[in-house]
């Protein structure tokens, strides 16, 4: 199975290196040197990671070959791809790959079925589940342990608790402001 691990970005200097945006949470173990990765496209590898660094909060990977800014430069915006076992599983617990819980059923804690994951968006801040309804319309639904109580791999689905107002249009409405009249000389909006 491959796995999107991350994409390039930038050259940084003039010896080959580049930024890398992290797209997995193993970059140690997929982004070390002497890994082989797949790119999308397919034309511009595989490559080979010959070392790395961190600088500035930001992941460095230099490439096999690639010796300077202009080589560096023509890889910006390739994704590299690793090829994985499906049946490995990420070292921490409550950690899912996305092949993981693509196709999920979505649920409520009562049972009510939702949908299905058909995506999963990764944000800097959190991630989202892309849900197709029934009737094909869809939900973003973050992933955040407050909202997903349960992920069940055997009987393939997610049980998700939402606030008021994120899967229906029956928010609650909670306002600061008097609801009174307003007083003479004051502005109404």
């Known amino acids: 199975?491959?796995?999107?691990?991350?994409?390039?970005?930038?050259?940084?200097?003039i010896k080959?290196?580049?930024?890398?945006?992290?797209?997995t949470d193993e970059p140690e173990l997929r982004l070390g040197p002497g890994a082989v990765l797949l790119?999308?496209?397919?034309?511009?590898?595989?490559?080979?990671?010959?070392?790395g660094r961190v600088h500035s909060g930001r992941l460095l990977l230099r490439f096999e070959?690639?010796?300077?800014?202009n080589a560096a430069?023509?890889?910006?915006?390739i994704l590299l791809i690793a090829e994985i076992d499906p049946d490995e599983l990420p070292e921490e617990e409550d950690e899912y790959y996305d092949h993981q819980l693509m196709d999920?059923?979505?649920v409520l804690v009562d049972g009510t079925e939702i949908g299905r994951i058909t995506e999963i968006s990764h944000l800097p801040s959190q991630d989202l589940f892309i849900v197709e309804r029934p009737d094909g319309t869809e939900l973003m639904i973050p992933f955040v342990s407050e909202i997903v109580t349960e992920i069940d791999l055997k009987?393939?689905?997610a049980v998700i608790d939402p606030p008021p107002g994120l899967i229906d249009d029956r928010a609650e409405i909670v306002s600061s402001r008097d609801d009174g009249p307003a007083e003479s000389g004051e502005?109404?909006?």
């Open 65 to 69: 070959g690639v010796r300077d800014r």
């Open 73 to 77: 430069e023509a890889l910006r915006n």
């Open 187 to 189: 502005e109404t909006a």
């Open 16 to 23: 080959g290196e580049v930024t890398v945006e992290v797209r």
């Open 104 to 106: 999920l059923d979505v």
């Open 155 to 157: 009987e393939q689905r």
């Open 1 to 13: 199975m491959q796995l999107v691990v991350a994409r390039i970005g930038r050259a940084h200097g």
């Open 39 to 51: 790119t999308d496209p397919a034309s511009a590898g595989p490559l080979t990671i010959e070392s």
